[in-house]
Nanobody, 117 residues
Framework: QVQLVESGGGLAQPGGSLRLSCAAS????????MSWARQAPGKGLEWVST????????YYADSVKGRFTISRDNAKNTLLLQMNSLQPEDTALYYC??????????RGQGTQVTVSS
């Protein structure tokens, strides 16, 4: 069955960095567009970034453009999100999902990112 497992979240100071990973299994990872989304406390699910199946195209929400970088390793069935210059408003539960925009039929359980001094 399709499984997506996020990791790499934690506590970061403003201006700091974190790198999120999403391990995929149960499907041909290299054939699918993949995305990251996040949900802050009391808010809806917000799309963050998307990468095409072969990594040729990437897209970012305006709120993270220039600070976050999405990438993938198709040989390792892994989706990545490098987050730099983190701000308190980046605090959220981060999900990887299969597809372009939420809601995703398949998504992981999420990894918590907290940005605080």
């Amino acid at each position: 069955q399709v499984q997506l497992v996020e990791s790499g979240g934690g506590l970061a100071q403003p201006g700091g960095s974190l790198r999120l990973s999403c391990a995929a299994s149960g499907f041909t990872f290299s054939s699918y567009t993949m995305s990251w989304a996040r949900q802050a406390p009391g808010k809806g699910l917000e799309w963050v970034s998307t990468i095409y199946s072969d990594g040729s195209d990437t897209y970012y929400a305006d709120s993270v453009k220039g600070r976050f970088t999405i990438s993938r390793d198709n040989a390792k069935n892994t989706l990545l999100l490098q987050m730099n210059s983190l701000q308190p408003e980046d605090t959220a539960l981060y999900y990887c999902g299969r597809g372009l925009r939420p809601p995703y039929v398949y998504r992981g359980q999420g990894t918590q990112v907290t940005v605080s001094s």
